[in-house]
């Protein structure tokens, strides 16, 4: 037993009486732990080697042999030198000289890992004092250490470990081993941490804009907020600044604001025929999951929330302009800004909303002022109540909508629904029987003047009221198979119309408002009532469901039958609806929905998709055609052909496309083909893109222009990098 132990016993002794040695000359100050095989000592050096292990504050520092003198605190250490410094550095060399009292290091060869970044560092000799580390000629890269493909060679360099920030000098930047760039100067940051900064620039070439540059800047204004400038330079067109501001006001809510300028110079204002030589706008979305909570210090069981998204501009170009990449931003003639505030209890729900419309291509300049705005819309809802052990069920819905604008008639529109269900379950329940009631009433008031194109004496109050009856009758059956469980089901819903009473407004316009194109579409600006005629509906669906609960197939049959005429169909058959959905294997699946007119006898609408997707490949096809023609005669048809499909070779390259074609006009809307090849260290991708995309011209005028670009990415990790491309424009059409 006092054999085994000796050892133990001994390397023990060593270890404390060298502590002691390292600990006296510091004043107990930070402890220095060290550890090795073999320890001498004689006068004020002590001398270690075999699997020498020093831990001193944050570092762990292993070596073949150490020595250390206790009168200059200086420990030198040779052979497979590597230091760890917490989680982040790790620094390796051949041989190392601290200065434990001046804080100094020296070590040769010097080696650098900053783990976070994967950024290495590599020279011949490096000097440190504190924080601050000075090296000499050298390399660094984000790269395999064993084969880099990118390089930064250097004359001297300085890196902040507090900081983190590197200084590097006279560098010169190597691709392939390929010398590419000198730049005397170049700094960077390896925290990955929020910090105010330059962000990855964009570049570009336009045929009608020229060279585009955009400098983004970032500056953190504190822990819950940041700043965003976007500063761009188009040398043919015009000059611009956006910026979004980002912050958070609590645990529970966060907002942003968009800012954005651009002016056009006077040669492309006039030889593009614009309608505007200034585009500006603003952008401001907020949410908030606790708004009264958080505002109001109000204790409440049920739950508050608040989403706002805000957006106004002068014309389209403000969203072109935002940024060089069209593709990724979305136009429409209509821009649609709103706040939703509610409130959520376990009976009730209360809402409040604002819905604004604004029209980015106006023919007529007064379109925006006689839009009609819903400021506000207030609406309670009580959830469904049950009574005669859940027979009876009612709910309750009521909604009040303002109507406001700038230049004509304005109105107060306010509904109540309440529908009552009674139902009850048959035949060990097999068949479901349940009738219902609903009564259903409408009042609308105006005020102001009325548009001079609307018919005289139309703008009375009106009142509406319907009680309609409902009866349906469904069954549900379920078969479980071995691999798979089947469920079907029938419904048929028979709708009585019984009675109901128009007057004021709603009697006087509703002949010509719900015919299929109204002799005077100005009346009907407040007028949204719908037919509701007697009518019996059959409904089929099925679904197959395997073992593992992924569903495989879901089918929906819905047959409408008119058993009154309205303005817009006649009675019998309404359209008929297929919806399906099939899951053919793990990777392909198939989606249609299709409605065919039985009156007009042709196919109403169809969507199709059909997608094939594994690790590697994912090929898409998607379909839609719709006919309009009967209600619609400036857009009677669309028929829209979409398809996208990736394939990922390995785990660094992907190839992709995109083809989208409105075949009903003959216009090829986006086009896309490209790839990207992926590493540790570095990304680098090609893409052409085809996009169609609209402009406002002088007059009100709408147009679009085709821009056909090149896109070149190149990304130095994490030092950053760019995407470049080149655009050529050509206008399509106007309107």
Same mark, same amino acid.
């Given at each position: 037993?006092?054999?085994?132990?000796?050892?133990?016993?001994?390397?023990?002794?060593?270890?404390?009486?060298?502590?002691?040695?390292?600990?006296?000359?510091?004043?107990?100050? &930070?402890?220095?732990?060290?550890?090795?095989?073999?320890?001498?000592?004689?006068?004020?050096?002590?001398?270690?080697?075999?699997?020498?292990?020093?831990?001193?504050?944050?570092?762990?520092?292993?070596?073949?042999?150490?020595?250390?003198?206790?009168?200059?605190?200086?420990?030198?250490?040779?052979?497979?030198?590597?230091?760890?410094?917490?989680?982040?550095?790790?620094?390796?060399?051949?041989?190392?000289?601290?200065?434990?009292?001046?804080?100094?290091?020296?070590? =040769?060869?010097?080696?650098?890992?900053?783990?976070?970044?994967?950024?290495?560092?590599?020279?011949?000799?490096?000097?440190?004092?504190?924080?601050?580390?000075?090296?000499?000629?050298?390399?660094?890269?984000?790269?395999?250490?064993?084969?880099?493909?990118?390089?930064?060679?250097?004359?001297?360099?300085?890196?902040?470990?507090?900081?983190?920030?590197?200084?590097? %000098?006279?560098?010169?930047?190597?691709?392939?081993?390929?010398?590419?760039?000198?730049?005397?100067?170049?700094?960077?940051?390896? &925290?990955?941490?929020?910090?105010?900064?330059?962000?990855?620039?964009?570049?570009?070439?336009?045929?009608?804009?020229?060279?585009?540059?955009?400098?983004?800047?970032?500056?953190?204004?504190?822990?819950?907020?940041?700043?965003?400038?976007?500063?761009?330079?188009?040398?043919?067109?015009?000059?611009?600044?956006?910026?979004?501001?980002?912050?958070?006001?609590?645990?529970?809510?966060?907002?942003?604001?968009?800012?954005?300028?651009?002016?056009?110079?006077?040669?492309?204002?006039?030889?593009?025929?614009?309608?505007?030589?200034?585009?500006?706008?603003?952008?401001?979305?907020?949410?908030?999951?606790?708004?009264?909570?958080?505002?109001?210090?109000?204790?409440?069981?049920?739950?508050?929330?608040?989403? =706002?998204?805000?957006?106004?501009? /002068?014309?389209?170009?403000?969203?072109?302009?935002?940024?060089?990449?069209?593709?990724?931003?979305?136009?429409?003639?209509?821009?649609? =800004?709103?706040?939703?505030?509610? %409130?959520?209890?376990? @009976?009730?729900?209360?809402?409040?909303? !604002?819905?604004?419309?604004? @029209?980015?291509?106006?023919?007529?300049?007064?379109?925006?002022?006689?839009?009609?705005?819903?400021?506000?819309?207030?609406?309670?809802?009580?959830?469904?109540?049950?009574?005669?052990?859940?027979?009876?069920?009612?709910?309750?819905?009521?909604?009040?909508?303002?109507?406001?604008?700038? &230049?004509?008639?304005?109105?107060?529109?306010?509904?109540?629904?309440?529908?009552?269900?009674?139902?009850?379950?048959?035949?060990?329940?097999?068949?479901?029987?349940?009738?219902?009631?609903?009564?259903?009433?409408?009042?609308?008031?105006?005020?102001?003047?009325? &548009?001079?194109?609307?018919?005289?004496?139309?703008?009375?109050?009106?009142?509406?009221?319907?009680?309609?009856?409902?009866?349906?009758?469904?069954?549900?059956?379920?078969?479980?198979?071995?691999?798979?469980?089947?469920?079907?089901?029938?419904?048929? *819903?028979?709708?009585?119309?019984?009675?109901?009473?128009?007057?004021?407004?709603?009697?006087?316009?509703? /002949?010509?408002?719900?015919?299929?194109?109204?002799?005077?579409?100005?009346?009907?600006?407040?007028?949204?009532?719908?037919?509701?005629?007697?009518?019996?509906?059959?409904?089929? *669906?099925?679904?197959?469901?395997?073992?593992?609960?992924?569903?495989?197939?879901?089918?929906?049959?819905?047959?409408?039958?008119?058993?009154?005429?309205?303005?817009?169909?006649?009675?019998?058959?309404?359209?008929?609806? /297929?919806?399906?959905?099939?899951?053919?294997?793990?990777?392909?699946?198939?989606?249609?929905?299709?409605?065919?007119?039985?009156?007009?006898?042709?196919?109403?609408?169809?969507?199709?998709?059909?997608?094939?997707?594994?690790?590697?490949? /994912?090929?898409?096809?998607?379909?839609?055609?719709?006919?309009?023609?009967?209600?619609?005669?400036?857009?009677?048809?669309?028929?829209?052909?979409?398809?996208?499909?990736?394939?990922?070779?390995?785990?660094?390259?992907?190839?992709?496309?995109?083809?989208?074609?409105?075949?009903?006009?003959?216009?090829?809307?986006?086009?896309?083909?490209?790839?990207?090849?992926?590493?540790?260290?570095?990304?680098?991708?090609?893409?052409?893109?085809?996009?169609?995309?609209?402009?406002?011209?002088?007059?009100?005028?709408?147009?679009?222009?085709?821009?056909?670009?090149?896109?070149?990415?190149?990304? !130095?990790?994490?030092?950053?990098?760019?995407?470049?491309?080149?655009?050529?424009?050509? *206008?399509?059409?106007?309107?």
């Amino acid at each position: 037993m006092t054999k085994q132990l000796e050892p133990w016993w001994s390397m023990l002794l060593r270890w404390f009486l060298f502590s002691f040695l390292l600990i006296s000359p510091l004043f107990a100050g &930070d402890l220095i732990e060290f550890y090795a095989k073999h320890l001498d000592a004689e006068g004020t050096k002590v001398q270690a080697e075999g699997d020498v292990l020093i831990i001193y504050q944050d570092s762990y520092i292993s070596a073949d042999r150490a020595t250390y003198d206790s009168n200059s605190t200086e420990l030198e250490l040779s052979g497979n030198v590597v230091t760890l410094k917490g989680s982040e550095y790790q620094f390796v060399g051949e041989y190392v000289k601290i200065n434990l009292d001046k804080k100094e290091r020296e070590i =040769s060869p010097f080696y650098m890992l900053d783990k976070p970044s994967k950024v290495w560092l590599s020279s011949q000799k490096s000097k440190s004092c504190e924080s601050t580390i000075d090296i000499e000629k050298g390399i660094i890269s984000g790269c395999e250490p064993s084969d880099p493909l990118w390089e930064i060679y250097f004359s001297s360099s300085d890196y902040n470990i507090e900081t983190k920030w590197i200084n590097i %000098y006279n560098a010169r930047f190597h691709f392939g081993g390929i010398p590419l760039l000198y730049i005397p100067y170049f700094g960077y940051s390896l &925290d990955r941490s929020r910090r105010t900064g330059l962000l990855i620039p964009s570049f570009g070439v336009s045929s009608s804009e020229g060279f585009y540059y955009e400098q983004p800047l970032y500056i953190v204004l504190g822990k819950s907020a940041d700043l965003e400038l976007r500063p761009q330079m188009r040398t043919l067109r015009g000059q611009g600044l956006y910026g979004t501001f980002r912050f958070a006001d609590s645990k529970s809510s966060k907002g942003s604001l968009t800012l954005g300028y651009f002016r056009e110079k006077e040669n492309y204002f006039l030889d593009n025929n614009l309608q505007n030589d200034k585009h500006y706008g603003f952008g401001f979305k907020y949410q908030n999951t606790r708004v009264l909570e958080n505002w109001f210090g109000l204790d409440l069981d049920g739950q508050s929330g608040l989403y =706002s998204d805000i957006q106004w501009m /002068n014309d389209v170009d403000y969203i072109n302009l935002s940024s060089n990449d069209t593709i990724n931003t979305v136009t429409s003639n209509q821009v649609y =800004s709103r706040v939703n505030l509610f %409130y959520n209890e376990e @009976d009730d729900y209360y809402g409040a909303y !604002l819905k604004y419309y604004l @029209d980015l291509n106006p023919q007529d300049p007064d379109k925006r002022k006689v839009t009609i705005q819903k400021l506000p819309i207030l609406q309670y809802h009580h959830y469904l109540d049950s009574y005669l052990a859940q027979h009876l069920y009612y709910t309750l819905n009521t909604n009040a909508n303002n109507y406001v604008r700038q &230049d004509g008639k304005e109105g107060t529109e306010v509904e109540v629904d309440i529908p009552v269900t009674l139902q009850t379950s048959l035949f060990d329940d097999y068949l479901n029987v349940a009738y219902k009631a609903q009564l259903y009433g409408r009042m609308i008031d105006f005020r102001g003047e009325p &548009d001079v194109n609307v018919t005289q004496g139309i703008y009375e109050r009106g009142y509406y009221g319907s009680l309609s009856h409902m009866v349906n009758i469904s069954t549900y059956l379920t078969k479980g198979y071995t691999d798979y469980s089947h469920t079907i089901g029938f419904s048929a *819903t028979y709708t009585k119309f019984g009675n109901d009473k128009k007057s004021g407004y709603y009697d006087l316009v509703a /002949n010509d408002c719900t015919s299929d194109i109204p002799s005077n579409p100005k009346d009907c600006e407040f007028y949204t009532l719908s037919n509701v005629e007697d009518n019996v509906a059959l409904g089929f *669906t099925q679904y197959i469901i395997d073992d593992s609960g992924k569903e495989k197939i879901y089918h929906r049959l819905s047959q409408p039958i008119l058993l009154s005429s309205t303005n817009t169909q006649e009675e019998g058959l309404g359209d008929f609806e /297929n919806e399906f959905r099939w899951s053919i294997t793990d990777s392909i699946s198939f989606y249609d929905d299709t409605f065919y007119s039985f009156q007009r006898n042709e196919w109403a609408k169809t969507l199709n998709t059909l997608r094939y997707q594994d690790k590697a490949f /994912n090929i898409g096809f998607s379909y839609l055609y719709e006919n309009k023609a009967y209600r619609d005669t400036i857009e009677p048809y669309t028929n829209y052909l979409n398809v996208d499909a990736s394939y990922r070779y390995n785990s660094h390259y992907k190839y992709f496309g995109k083809y989208a074609f409105d075949a009903e006009n003959s216009i090829k809307k986006y086009a896309e083909i490209g790839f990207l090849y992926t590493k540790r260290c570095w990304d680098f991708g090609m893409r052409y893109v085809e996009n169609n995309r609209p402009i406002l011209l002088n007059g009100g005028i709408t147009s679009s222009v085709f821009d056909r670009y090149v896109y070149f990415t190149i990304i !130095l990790k994490p030092l950053g990098g760019s995407e470049v491309n080149y655009r050529t424009t050509d *206008t399509l059409k106007s309107q």
